[in-house]
């Protein structure tokens, strides 16, 4: 290369032409490279950003699927604690408006029931107008119910929960076997500061609407 150079540059005759053509040449590489090398880098973060965008929407769908499997796992510890609670010895009775039974008003006086209620009532009632806020007595019952029943330390704090467990663990019963001797109270005392009768329940169960229509 270094040689061809030299000889244009050597050339008695058109050196002029010669190297002013080397020089349109090494321009035209030099701007065909270029344009290449863009290309393929355009190229590539097209490929880059495809991907990316195949990957964001497969951790879309994942997560999507993960959600739909906390919901049914949430589901079944809800149905799981509930047979756990309305077993042979009931702690409540199904009739609504569901209400604590001879049994469950005993665990209520042995656990003081009322006390922690009180005691955490501000966080009790941070998390129901969070959560529940402005929904029927019905919807009111049931989100009550089932945070005390799978998530009752929501609703208490730590030393309150342990002390429940320790309880349950002393009587050879399951933490959930209690739930319902907090979410009576804890519904009743809501509902009545909102205002709202404890018979509105059956307006907005829909077993209720059922029986009403069967009949």
Do not use: C
């Amino acid at each position: 290369m270094v040689n061809l150079v030299k000889e244009l540059l050597l050339s008695p005759a058109g050196s002029f032409a010669s190297v002013f053509s080397l020089f349109v040449l090494a321009f035209y590489l030099v701007h065909w490279i270029t344009k290449k090398v863009t290309e393929i880098r355009t190229s590539q973060e097209k490929i880059e950003s495809s991907v990316d965008s195949i990957y964001r929407r497969m951790d879309g769908r994942i997560d999507k699927i993960e959600a739909h499997i906390n919901d049914i796992r949430k589901d079944m510890a809800i149905l799981s604690a509930k047979v756990d609670v309305f077993q042979t010895e009931k702690v409540a009775q199904r009739k609504s408006p569901i209400s604590l039974t001879d049994l469950g008003l005993s665990l209520s006086e042995d656990l003081k029931a009322k006390d922690m209620i009180a005691k955490n009532w501000n966080k009790i009632w941070a998390n129901l107008e969070l959560n529940i806020h402005n929904k029927n007595a019905y919807d009111i019952q049931q989100y009550i119910f089932d945070t005390a029943t799978i998530s009752l330390d929501e609703f208490l704090d730590k030393n309150d929960v342990d002390a429940i467990k320790t309880f349950a663990y002393k009587e050879g019963r399951p933490l959930a076997f209690y739930a319902m001797v907090f979410a009576i109270p804890i519904r009743d005392r809501y509902l009545k500061q909102k205002g709202i009768d404890i018979a509105a329940v059956d307006n907005g169960d829909p077993n209720s609407k059922r029986v009403i229509q069967a009949s």
